[in-house]
């Protein structure tokens, strides 16, 4: 294992779209949310424990979950968790964890990753990042992972793969034409039969010489929120420059901020079984299913004539639920859910709603 | 209000159909199923008090539900309520009332009635009751209460009324021709059109004589038991008396041991908006629904695109439920029921699976 390998987990995100059983309090890289025994954060850190040395494993999170990180990786030393004082999207995330490696190793080589995807085929993921960490050795590409698409998908942004050799032995490493978002579906067909488009799973990986250059490129602003205050990161100072940098920096993602508009943006297309796991209908994808086609957790369950549904109950709950298909039924910390699975992406609504009129503890 | 009226209620049904907000150790009857602020018990308590004198009144139940009684009625006088140390049926629990009753006043008036049934109108229903007790008085007439039918229904037992009138001045009071039992649809249909028949309402009115000499006559067992014990009922050694009059007699309904058999039988057909509440249904039909015709109680429920359902959630219990129509959702003491309302005969089979395969804790 090389000791210039470091990897940053982002885990600052606050998503709803697996309310009630994600929450403000516990956003969903902080929840098994798929019945393994052990919350996507926890697999995604074991992850790349087999990638890279431990110590070097960044994980970036608000300030409001630091205590629920410490918890679930409790061996975590204190510089391998960086505090968010503020959500300030993707690039000043990356930003302070760089001036955190760079304090260890100028030359070190990293990979960029979200706390709360699925991976299916974990050995095959770790040869596409290693394999990945030596392309960007010595040079400054941005890489970034492209999934091969294995259907016609309107959740996802696409990678516009550009013909041309990147590697002469081997294809699947080739030049960014264009980053998209997500399409509507005659488009997101066009893309899949194409066979040129891959989905943007944000994984990227870089020398540390790489990024640091395209932030004073693109995002100069942010580079010298950072830069100025350099010699306070990593020390007892840090967190009031820290808080002082995220009050004066942007709302930025990387997406938007650097790999849009940089020139040596590269993608490796991959395939190894990934999700982003951004909806129920996701989870319900990739999970056994009964033979009814439900996927049912929860040991006190009694399904009579439902078909095609997710029942998420809390395990002391005695739940009989018939004559449902299609459906989704969540119970989570007394909020219930009960909606269609092809309605889910209003859940959206419904937790603006319960904002609104129920208040924000619910949330 | 007549010294001699007396009244007892019958609460010792431990029906599953409204599972599981029901239970065994809290049926319908104690349940302030209606969302009044009052137990079905309560509420047919206090129909009676403007009826006979409050001391008349007896509640039977059985003895694992005394407490219940007590809490739900704290001014009940202990000679107020019999328990039963068994469950036997009707017939039984009627007999040992009468002797309970036989105690004060051999010349008693008496009422007997459920303690889970809906009254729509109460001053049409003591109207009734009064004019039923007056009916039986100095003679051994049986009398029962039919309800004028308002709809084509299946769940309920019928009384035929024979031509004939009995009373000059009030043609309501008719000779039973017979008793039937829950008719199929077609049948209903007839009994509806026929204007001969009435519902079952289980509501008796006789005189203890009449009564009493009905028993010896059709169910000399049960009689039998009861008077060769007479000396201790009411007594201090009453108790282990009535546990062996209880384990000796058979399981017999006042219907099938009494009313079927005999000749006096008179029914005064009534109406005053009354219904058995035997199901989920019944109550929807009964209570007032929402502009989506919804029939919800839980403080914290959001419906999107629900209609047609019952919704009956714990007050603290936030709920997000979207596209059901006719529906059942139920939550009790951490049980859920999701069911089809056209469906809820089934709740049976639910509640008979749950007890086999999770234990008769839950039920």
């Not at 516990?26 to 393994?36: M, S």
């Not at 770790?126 to 941005?142: S, T």
């Not at 929120?225 to 420059?241: A, D, N, Q, V």
Request: proline letters at 4%.
């Amino acid at each position: 294992m090389n000791n210039d390998y470091y990897c940053i987990i982002m885990a600052g995100g606050v998503g709803s779209r697996f309310w009630p059983m994600s929450r403000n309090s516990r956003p969903k890289q902080f929840l098994d949310i798929l019945g393994t025994g052990k919350t996507l954060l926890q697999m995604t850190y074991e992850r790349f424990v087999g990638i890279c040395p431990e110590e070097n494993i960044l994980i970036v999170t608000s300030r409001d979950h630091g205590d629920l990180v410490r918890e679930q990786l409790p061996d975590l030393l204190d510089e391998q968790l960086l505090l968010e004082p503020m959500r300030k999207n993707t690039a000043p995330c990356i930003a302070y964890a760089n001036y955190r490696i760079k304090k260890r190793d100028p030359e070190a080589l990293i990979v960029v990753a979200p706390s709360d995807h699925l991976i299916l085929r974990e050995e095959e993921f770790k040869q596409a990042i290693l394999k990945g960490l030596e392309f960007v050795r010595g040079g400054e590409a941005l890489l970034t992972l492209g999934i091969k698409p294995s259907r016609i998908e309107t959740g996802y942004g696409y990678i516009q793969a550009a013909n041309g050799q990147v590697v002469a032995s081997d294809p699947d490493f080739r030049p960014v034409k264009t980053f998209t978002e997500k399409p509507d579906y005659d488009l997101a067909k066009v893309f899949f039969e194409s066979g040129e488009f891959y989905w943007n799973s944000g994984l990227f990986i870089w020398s540390l010489k790489g990024i640091l250059h395209a932030y004073a490129k693109y995002l100069p602003e942010v580079e010298h929120l950072f830069s100025e205050k350099e010699r306070f990161i990593g020390t007892r100072e840090e967190e009031k420059h820290i808080i002082e940098i995220y009050r004066n920096s942007g709302n930025i993602s990387i997406d938007y901020g650097v790999m849009e508009k940089a020139e040596n943006v590269y993608v490796l297309c991959a395939e190894f079984g990934w999700s982003d796991l951004g909806t129920w209908g996701s989870l319900y994808e990739y999970l056994s299913k009964d033979r009814n086609n439900n996927l049912v957790s929860g040991d006190q369950v009694m399904l009579y004539d439902v078909k095609g549904s997710i029942v998420k109950l809390p395990k002391d709950k005695l739940a009989v639920i018939q004559g449902l298909e299609n459906y989704i039924v969540i119970e989570s910390d007394n909020i219930l859910l009960i909606c269609r699975k092809d309605d889910e992406q209003k859940i959206k609504q419904f937790v603006n709603d319960v904002r609104i009129e129920k208040g924000e503890q619910y949330i």
